[in-house]
């Protein structure tokens, strides 16, 4: 529930998806295939025996080949989101999209498939024979009716889920919504009228779960483009329409809306008028789920009805009524159980098991996932949002659950609770972390100094800030200079972002006082650093942070670390007490690792390093991660002792003498630090856990680690974040990639706060 509205332009969208490789999936090897050994058992011969175990038992796919949690998502673009018929080709975003959607959320695997022809017949060939590669196919953005006959044949067909996501999951939201909403209301789903807008896949599913839930048919008015569908209808009618008939005199959606209860959204954008909405009866519920535009907004409901619960499918409103809370944990809990296929049952348990979720207390890990606002069951929260950390441990259990129930299950799981566990443990905890600290950051966005403001990297980064809803870019540089570079990329107006020109600024007098009490016993005249302001932006840059005029400030694309820092360190102090480092993140393989010292200290001091452990640590912590430090060298707890591992082992004898209040040891080697197996090796280590915070002996082993991990080890390298100064200035290594800059001002605003 972000505070602020997540803006993204349409160059950003395209870049975004053009950047780096194209589009958004890329397919990994999951054994090894360097040797000629690899190639061997992995292609001919090796392989010839898992083809002749599966040819003579069909179930062990499911131990050899990636097909028990791997799902198709197939479309044929005939009803793209609510853009309408835009063909197989352009849906292949919208299929990339949830294919990426299903790893993220539930370590799902995922594959596109654009089928192009709109033919019933032809579509249902092309994907029956495709069972054997997959253990789920997720059908996607196809129009109604064809969808209903499409879905229903391969059901009958194909021996694996197939599901029509936008039938389906977004029952099963829509439905768990609704659930909720009448408990809040204390309206029955017995007494209530319901009105549904659309007719196509989404609403004829949406009114059947809503129905086998307990609404009665006669009180709930389907309308389409036509409007009501009444029984006798005969124009632009098929049989699932004609099931949901009613017998009405009313004939538009303004007459169902009379006194109406609820409404379904299923359509278009701007499909509802306040009017509509105004009139309907007390405590209404209003799901506009049109995508990327609802059928109204919630700030039109909000201006005409203040008892009003409101649902969209967008993320940047309270209540995403969005199938995403569903596919990615109903195709889990089905494939953990080998299901034949994900029956009514199956969808009621993961719509009880949403409903019960926005219910519980949401603790203090998981309030973290929602923008720095605790959730509370209520009008503004009647369904978990798609970052909540508990949907992986709750919807497949219940899922899973209702298949063993309803004979659907190939592999019944025999311990529902070790299941909890091992699914919990397949969600990236980083994603989590950053999700977190950038929502806390909408939440009080703060204004942002970009000192090297006439880069177009850097007017990139800034727009991307702004749009992310982080806060206020403050460009230093020529105003001209800055506009005709935003007008020369084709990009977005500067609306939102401040520029500064530090040479007719009108802070430069006071900046130059403040600068000249600082430096005038550091050889500096006046002029001198009249000189500096003017000229120099890191200068211009950092006065303005140390004399209130921003929080924060980025720099570093254009000039070397070394320089920068000392610009900086012309105008800002480090906090009394602390030395100055850089503390890089590291987020790989589902971890995140912090290295320590990669900016400032060549040979750091055993005194210096025990104060970088100490104050990483800190870091750390403020980032919601607890501490685990490992000090690191060449050698495990003294095995090879020279001059460097001695130093690293007074560190830690130091910080010994100290009080502190985090876990860490040295000296040991990286492998031993991160790996469980290897620590048994030392039952007296101290750490409890793998390490999270490496403090490495010199400078050059650390950055050469973190270009290492990055180059070769597929690693997302951040930072490094300067830690130690007074003001929160941040410095980005020579060379950073967009992306990378607006990470780094989004943890600059964080650590501003
Ligand atoms: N929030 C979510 O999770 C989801 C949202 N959706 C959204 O629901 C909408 C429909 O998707 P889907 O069911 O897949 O598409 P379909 O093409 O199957 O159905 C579209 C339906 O909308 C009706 N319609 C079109 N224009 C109007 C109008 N002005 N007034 C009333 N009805 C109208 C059509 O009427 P007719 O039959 O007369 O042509 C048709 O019945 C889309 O906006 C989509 O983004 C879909 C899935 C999930
Ligand atoms: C969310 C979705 O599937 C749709 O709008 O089509
Ligand atoms: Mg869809």
């Known amino acids: 529930m972000s505070t602020k509205r997540t803006v993204v332009s349409e160059q950003e969208a395209l870049l975004f998806h053009s950047q780096g490789r194209p589009g958004k999936l890329e397919i990994v090897a999951t054994k090894p295939m360097a040797t000629q050994r690899d190639l061997s058992l992995a292609y001919s011969p090796g392989v010839a025996i898992p083809v002749h175990a599966i040819a003579a038992d069909a179930s062990t796919a499911y131990d050899y080949t990636s097909k028990g949690n791997l799902v198709a998502v197939i479309s044929n673009g005939t009803a793209i989101l609510g853009l309408g018929n835009l063909g197989a080709l352009a849906s292949k975003p919208v299929m990339e999209g949830k294919a990426v959607l299903f790893k993220r959320f539930a370590d799902v695997d995922s594959i596109d498939l654009e089928v192009d022809t709109e033919d019933v017949e032809e579509f249902i060939n092309s994907v029956r024979y495709l069972g054997p590669s997959f253990g789920g196919i997720n059908l996607e953005d196809i129009k109604a009716p064809e969808c209903f006959v499409i879905e229903s044949r391969l059901r009958e067909m194909m021996d694996i889920p197939v599901f029509h996501d936008d039938q389906h999951g977004t029952a099963i939201i829509a439905a768990a919504g609704l659930i909720n909403a009448l408990d809040l209301t204390g309206k029955s789903i017995k007494d209530i009228r319901v009105v549904v807008n659309g007719a196509g896949a989404a609403s004829i599913a949406c009114i059947e779960l809503i129905k086998r839930l307990g609404l009665p048919h006669e009180n709930a008015i389907l309308c389409d483009s036509k409007g009501v569908i009444y029984q006798g209808r005969t124009e632009g009618m098929n049989q699932w329409k004609s099931a949901h008939a009613v017998v009405t005199d009313k004939r538009s959606l303004e007459d169902a809306m009379q006194g109406a209860d609820v409404f379904l959204g299923l359509s278009v954008k701007g499909a509802v008028t306040r009017e509509m909405v105004a009139a309907m009866a007390p405590q209404p519920v209003i799901f506009a789920m049109a995508n990327p535009d609802p059928e109204i907004t919630p700030e039109e409901v909000e201006a005409v009805r203040s008892d009003a619960i409101v649902a969209t499918g967008r993320s940047d409103y309270p209540n995403q009524v969005n199938n995403v809370l569903g596919f990615p944990y109903i195709f889990r809990g089905a494939l953990d159980v080998r299901a034949r296929t994900i029956n009514d049952e199956m969808k009621l348990a993961a719509a009880h098991a949403i409903a019960n979720l926005a219910r519980e207390d949401v603790p203090d890990e998981v309030a973290a996932a929602y923008a720095g606002s605790r959730p509370q069951y209520g009008a503004k929260y009647i369904i978990p949002v798609p970052f909540d950390p508990r949907l992986i441990s709750h919807i497949p259990p219940a899922v899973a659950k209702a298949a063993m ?187 995140t690792i912090y290295l320590a010292d990669t900016a400032v200290d060549e040979q750091p001091t055993p005194q210096a390093l025990a104060d970088i452990a100490r104050q990483s640590a800190d870091v750390v912590r403020r980032l919601g991660h607890e501490p685990r430090v490992a000090f690191l060298s060449y050698s495990n707890f003294g095995n090879r002792p020279r001059t460097s591992s001695t130093t690293v082992r007074e560190a830690v004898a130091l910080l010994d003498q100290q009080e502190t209040d985090f876990e860490y040891d040295g000296e040991m080697m990286a492998d031993v630090a991160l790996n469980r197996q290897l620590m048994g090796l030392y039952p007296f280590m101290r750490l409890t856990e793998p390490a999270n915070v490496l403090v490495m002996p010199s400078l050059s082993t650390s950055i050469t680690v973190a270009k290492i991990l990055k180059e070769l080890g597929g690693a997302t390298v951040i930072g490094p974040l300067l830690v130690g100064m007074s003001q929160p200035i941040q410095i980005v290594p020579l060379g950073t990639a967009v992306s990378d800059l607006v990470n780094l001002s989004a943890l600059t605003a964080y650590m501003a706060r």
């Open 405 to 591: 129930d309803t004979g659907v299950a190939r592999r019944p799981i025999i311990d529902m609770k070790v299941y909890r566990d091992e699914l919990s443990a397949r969600l990236d905890p980083a994603v989590g972390l950053f999700q977190r600290v950038f929502d806390e950051v909408r939440a009080t966005p703060k204004r942002v100094v970009f000192a090297e403001g006439e880069e177009e990297k850097t007017i990139r980064a800034a727009l991307a800030f702004r749009n992310s809803g982080y806060g206020t870019p403050v460009l230093v540089g020529r105003e001209e200079r800055i506009r005709q570079t935003i007008e020369d990329m084709g990009l977005d107006t500067e609306a939102g972002l401040e520029i500064h020109n530090a040479r007719n600024s009108t802070h430069t007098t006071r900046y130059s006082d403040f600068l000249y009490a600082r430096l005038q016993r550091r050889g500096q005249l006046y002029r001198d650093c009249q000189r500096l302001v003017n000229n120099d932006r890191n200068i211009f840059a950092a006065c303005m942070v140390a004399n209130g005029d921003a929080d924060a400030m980025v720099t570093g694309l254009t000039r070397s670390y070394a320089a920068s820092l000392e610009d900086v360190r012309k105008v800002v102090d480090p906090v009394p007490g602390s030395r100055i480092f850089g503390l890089s993140v590291v987020l790989a393989k589902g971890r």
